[in-house]
């Protein structure tokens, strides 16, 4: 949804059944709209209900209704929630002007129990808060996928170098190979030369001659298949010997492993134990906090602001006046106090569920890493005994091979020495001579193939290389535009977290420039790094802490921190922060409205500044105030005083 189509529109909200109300139906117009009244008036229940239906969760139905809804008509568009109890909790429906309401719950809608502002209160680090609307996780990502990249190239540039290291020897072996072919051609070209000269010109020795050739061919032949068979032969008892190092290797992992002494059943039926004790902590947290955000808003509605009111309570002969409201669940009266110690510790107890659920989860986390250092441990024993199988069974069918070739060996051995007994009976002149020397070519014409064999590999696996090498020129540009990538979305993040710090910085001095509180001169976030604990590790991440810089009776400047802070000026403090957030994130495109609530701990003519400032910002601010604070504003503000 566009924010633009709020432009110049009013807004008209339809609610029932919401916070503390049965039904209402406001219309605020575009500019200042300011919900006047005493507590009890459903000011922030209407507040509340406006959220819903602008895309929120973070509104209560009514204590006495199952359902509840608001219709939010905008421009001429309306945009419906319906909330519903269910299970103890309440289910949202509908459709929402806005699809995702983070952004705005987080610097838009400012409510006492807004995160942002609760976040400063507590002393939080800031840096999930203000970095959240921002996608650093799609920088991670970008981050690993570019380590992952340049690990292979760096991986492929060491195996060229490895290659251009041994291109050297290749190529002196190829200068011999070269060499050797050429004193083997000779030989042979010598050999054949005296043959010819054996030749008598008579055409029965020609017979004869051309007889004891086609024997000795066929001897070559033979010699030519015993060499291949020798090859194989070799090559299957390397194998071999390859498979019995190998088996000897696993069965030495295997004696030495051992079974580790805890059961992965058992380590896994103790984490679905704990999740399931999380998924109740976690359904009875939420019904907590659903009680508790019921009651605080309850109590507002009925006029009582624990914390403050008990402050401002008057002593009366030593004691503190207290007083009896009608209870909204059993109907009987109680005082304030009672209900401030049920609150407290339903707090506290909340508070303890939290930290339980917490320990649940570092305790989840240890056991599914001890499950997963089983599971590996297991994993490489099966596959250790799987291949000890898998080689096992190779061995024997290697060992058939080889039998089988010594076999065939044999038999062309056989076969080569028959065929050179029919040979050497051809009877040619000057045969003992001519027979000689046909062996003698023959075995120059088979080591002249087997050299020509060689040479060609060992050419083609230059030029191979030599291809590969000239690729890595590229490859080491790819690696330094890797790098400096890596580089820039490594400072991407940190440049992201600076300018974040310093836009929040520069808006808080601002906004808290329009309060002028004399004794609260800055207000600021500094970016530093911490080391934390993750699980068992200790890793180092970035913080925001928020500090406050204070003037003394003397004028004199000291830092302090949010700790020291009254509940007033936290108060203060945390509205900044958001506002701030609203300013820095651009909230006004997303949604532009903003809802303030629970304002009383500004005085009336710093809310007027506030509110002037922030109108200019917005299409529509619409702000809970108590009659005395209204007074200070202007006549031309829209003041809605019933909320019905």
């Known amino acids: 949804m566009a924010a633009d189509q709020l432009s110049g529109g009013e ?104 995160e942002a502002r609760q976040a400063v209160a507590r002393g939080d680090d800031l840096r999930e808060i203000i970095m959240r609307p921002v996608d650093t996780d799609q920088i991670e990502a970008d981050i690993e996928s570019c380590k992952r990249e340049r690990q292979d190239l760096e991986d492929e540039i060491e195996r060229l170098d490895q290659i251009e290291q041994e291109l050297p020897e290749l190529e002196a072996e190829r200068r011999e190979k070269q060499s050797e072919l050429e004193t083997a051609r000779e030989e042979l070209t010598t050999v054949q030369s ?97 009680v508790v955000n019921f009651n605080e808003e309850m109590l507002e509605e009925e006029g009582l602001d624990i914390d403050r009111d008990v402050e401002s309570q008057t002593p009366v002969d030593g004691l503190t006046a207290e007083t009896e409201i009608a209870c909204w669940t059993c109907g009987s009266e109680v005082s304030t106090s009672q209900i401030e110690e049920t609150l407290g510790r339903l707090r506290t107890l909340r508070s303890d569920r939290l930290e339980d659920r917490g320990d649940i989860q570092s305790e989840i986390e240890e056991l599914s890493e001890r499950q ?94 030599e291809e590969a090498i000239e690729a890595r020129e590229q490859l080491e540009a790819d690696r330094e535009e890797l790098a400096d990538r890596l580089t820039e979305l490594r400072t991407r993040i940190k440049r992201l977290e600076t300018d974040a710090v310093d836009a929040f910085n520069e808006h808080m001095e601002t906004v808290l420039d329009i309060l002028e509180y004399e004794n609260l001169d800055r207000i600021w976030i500094e970016r530093r790094q911490a080391e934390v604990r993750e699980g068992r590790r200790k890793v180092t991440k970035t913080r925001f802490d928020l500090h406050i810089v204070r003037s003394a009776a003397d004028d004199t400047a000291y830092e302090d921190t949010v700790d020291h802070l009254s509940e007033s000026e936290r108060e203060v403090t945390g509205l900044v922060f958001a506002l701030a957030g609203f300013l820095v994130h651009d909230v006004h495109e997303v949604v532009p409205v903003i809802l303030l609530d629970s304002l009383e701990a500004i005085d009336s003519d710093r809310i007027a500044r506030v509110i002037e400032y922030f109108q200019t910002h917005v299409e529509h601010l619409v702000a809970a105030l108590l009659p005395e604070d209204a007074e200070a504003l202007p006549a031309d503000y829209a003041y809605v005083t019933d909320i019905d």
């Open 11 to 114: 807004i008209r909200a339809e609610v029932e059944n919401i916070g503390g109300i049965d039904q209402a139906s406001v219309t605020l117009p575009p500019g200042v709209s300011i919900l006047t009244g005493e507590n009890a008036t459903n000011r922030t229940s209407f507040l509340t209900a406006l959220m819903a239906g602008l895309g929120s969760n973070r509104a209560s139905l009514k204590g006495d209704a199952e359902q509840g809804s608001v219709a939010v008509d905008i421009g001429g568009q309306t945009y419906s929630r319906t909330l519903n109890r269910r299970n103890g909790t309440v289910a949202f429906d509908g459709e929402p002007y806005l699809d995702d309401s983070e952004l705005p719950d987080l610097f838009a809608f400012l409510l006492e129990n807004n």
């Open 194 to 290: 005296e043959l010819e000269g054996l030749d008598t010109g008579v055409e029965q020795s020609r017979s004869q001659k051309k007889s004891l050739e086609e024997a000795f061919q066929r001897v070559r032949d033979a010699r030519s298949e015993l060499e291949d068979l020798e090859f194989d032969l070799e090559t299957e008892r390397s194998t071999l010997s390859e498979l019995e190092a190998e088996r000897e290797e696993l069965e030495e992992t295997l004696a030495e492993a051992e079974e580790p002494a805890e059961s992965s059943d058992r380590l896994a039926g103790r984490i679905q134990e704990l999740r399931d004790r999380k998924r109740t902590l976690d359904d009875t947290i939420n019904e907590l906090s659903s």
């Open 372 to 465: 997963s250092t089983l599971r590996e441990k297991r994993q490489e024993i099966e596959r250790a005994e799987r291949r000890l199988t898998d080689v096992t069974e190779e061995i024997e069918l290697t060992r058939d091979r080889i039998d089988d070739l010594e076999e065939q060996i044999e038999t062309q051995e056989s076969k080569i020495a028959d065929l050179e007994e029919k040979a050497e009976s051809i009877e040619v002149e000057d045969h003992e001579e001519t027979l000689e020397l046909h062996r003698e070519s023959n075995e120059l014409e088979l080591r002249v193939e087997r050299i020509e064999s060689d040479l060609e590999d060992l050419t083609e696996e230059i030029a191979d290389r």
